[in-house]
């Protein structure tokens, strides 16, 4: 059973005063959810790969009279535990804090017969998509518990929720991020501050699904921007009391 709440309206500060991490914030689902959090309020980072995609967000943000946000360069194929250690210490440093993490930076692989996978691509999706996202979110425990009211979101897909045919390490890996969730959730249940669920954004008109899918008429496909609303109720104070649960932001299809 999955939840969707693409009918929410989000209050105008629902997150003000939060500070929120945002992964892959430079393109597709990310951009718009850091500038959507921006907009309720929040202090956004943006970390991501390519810089000058972080850069056009921050000016987006600030041209839009948010709160202003912070770039955190990172690229999960190459980083290391002692990155994740030394970027929770820079934010301790300048946030303290951290009130929400939505791991959304995805990598898709390719699309072909598992015999044909190989497996440097493998690991690659791998660490893209659940390692380096799992040794992030222990670096960044101790600011997690430091805030009052935590959301921490991990991005799956439908292909994580049911095999599909030529999805390899993908759909293994959002599996995988299915899993982390519960486990993470239950461990951190007691303390009852940090929620941790997860996210499915459904077909959405970005890059990634462009590559799945270049056939498709993406113009039959929401937007980012459209299924925000579920993005903006899971990180808000709204959502509290639900956690190592499933979410859609968008209703499955009939
Ligand atoms: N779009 C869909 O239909 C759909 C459906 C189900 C699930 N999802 C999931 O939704 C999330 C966002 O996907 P999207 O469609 O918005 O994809 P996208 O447009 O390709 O954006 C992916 C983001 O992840 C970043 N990224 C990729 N590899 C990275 C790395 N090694 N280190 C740091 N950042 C990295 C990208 O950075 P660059 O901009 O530098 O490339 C980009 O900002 C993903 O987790 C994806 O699996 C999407």
Known sequence: MTTCKIDYQAPEGLLADRVILVTGAG???????????????????????TIAKLEAVYDEIE???????AIFPLNFEGATLKDYYDMAETLDREFGRLDGILHNAGLLGRIMP????????????????INGPIWMTQALLPLLKSSPDASVIFTSSSVGRRGRAYWGA?????FATEGFMELLADELEHLGSIRVNSLNPGATRTAMRKTAYPGENEMTLRTP???????????????????????DAQPPKA
């Open 114 to 129: 598992f015999e044909q996978y190989n497996p440097e691509l493998w690991e690659q999706v791998m660490q893209v998509n």
């Open 27 to 49: 393109d597709g689902i990310g951009r718009a959810a850091a500038l959507a959090y921006a907009r309720h309020g929040a202090t956004v980072i943006l970390l991501g790969r």
């Open 225 to 247: 921007e459209e299924i925000m609303p579920t993005y903006l109720w899971l990180m808000g104070p709204e959502s509290r009391g639900h956690n190592g649960e499933r979410f």
């Open 170 to 174: 993908y759909s293994v890996s959002k």
């Open 63 to 69: 041209a839009a009279g948010g709160a202003q946000p």
